[in-house]
């Protein structure tokens, strides 16, 4: 009769590692979603406290957006969204439609890379970045380091001549951290400054898609909004100039690849007006004011 081995209790992997091998820190699933939008409902208030002149509203909300770790705290939870465990970095949505339309460095030809406007950069080593299909100018309320310009886009000296436009704007997760919706619009509208107006391009798969705007936002933005739907985001972006080519929505974002077809049409507004009604909607809006 054989002797039986003693069987040792089943431990997992990480209990083999040596004490020393620390997992990274991550901000789980559910806290970053919860982080993120802490800060944007303050932020919100925030806004309000500004509009009414209430300094002291505006002071109490400015430390309980601190105390939760600010917009760096807001920027890491961000960055951890873009691991490729947690869905990826938004910009590979557009690499992959340009690559199915035929855009690649080498079918650019005369029109050498592309120049993009990435707002809200958090770093400089995304999809995008690593496509050699552009040149990037990076920009953040924040700056995360080297290669990203610490700068509004709202406060972005307006450019002196066409060389200084761009042929794409990146807006990814950016427009819905615009606290009121009227911002939002005035966001949407300033990118027409800084786009070619009618740049036409050598290579046709390029001058089918750009000058654009690549626009990214959390699905209920518009999936589940009273105030917005997919008919009333195409009715503003078209009074901008905007016509829409490329578009797909997940189950967490909705992607947008706006081209610049035409000169927008004078004074066409947008109110917040209810579209949907429902006590589980969001109240996510874009008002496009006149202009001035
Ligand atoms: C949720 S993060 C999105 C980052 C990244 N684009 C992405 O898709 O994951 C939003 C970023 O937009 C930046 N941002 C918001 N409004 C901005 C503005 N007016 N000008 C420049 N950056 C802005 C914030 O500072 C923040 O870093």
């Known amino acids: 009769m054989g002797v039986k081995k003693k069987q040792r209790p089943r431990q997992n992997l990480a209990a083999g590692r040596p004490p020393t091998v620390k997992r990274p820190k991550s901000i789980t699933r559910k806290a970053t979603k919860s982080l993120i939008g802490k800060i944007h409902v303050l932020e919100k208030r925030r806004i309000q406290a500004v ?103 709202m406060q972005r000296p307006l450019p002196n001549e066409e060389a200084e436009k761009f042929d794409i ?23 027409l400054e800084f786009l070619h107006a009618s740049r036409s391009y050598s290579s046709p798969p390029v001058d089918s898609l750009f000058p654009s705007l690549f626009l990214v936002l959390p699905a209920p933005c518009v999936t589940n909004s009273r105030y917005l739907d997919e008919e009333r985001l195409e009715a503003i972006m078209s009074s901008l100039g905007y016509a829409k080519v490329k578009s797909k929505v997940t189950q967490r974002l909705v992607y947008y690849l ?31 004011k006149q202009e001035g």
């Open 51 to 153: 509009s009414k002149g209430d300094v002291a509203e505006e002071a109490r909300i400015t430390a309980e957006i601190e105390a939760l770790g600010g917009l760096k705290k807001y920027q890491e939870a961000s960055l951890q969204g873009q691991r490729e465990d947690r869905g990826g970095d938004s910009s590979r949505v557009l690499l992959d439609w340009l690559a199915d339309d035929g855009v690649c460095p080498s079918t650019t030809g005369k029109d050498g890379r592309l120049r993009m406007l990435e707002v809200g950069a958090l770093s400089t080593d995304n999809a995008c970045s690593k496509s050699g299909l552009f040149d990037i100018e990076r920009i953040d309320l924040n700056s995360q380091g080297d290669g990203i310009l610490q700068q509004d886009f």
């Open 169 to 191: 704007i990146s807006l990814s997760l950016v427009l819905n951290f615009v606290p009121e919706p009227r911002g939002r619009g005035e966001m949407l509208r300033r990118t």
């Open 258 to 288: 706006w081209k610049r077809v035409a000169a927008p049409p004078v004074g066409r507004q947008f109110a917040k007006k209810e579209l949907r009604s429902g006590g589980s909607r969001n109240n996510f809006a874009i008002v496009l």
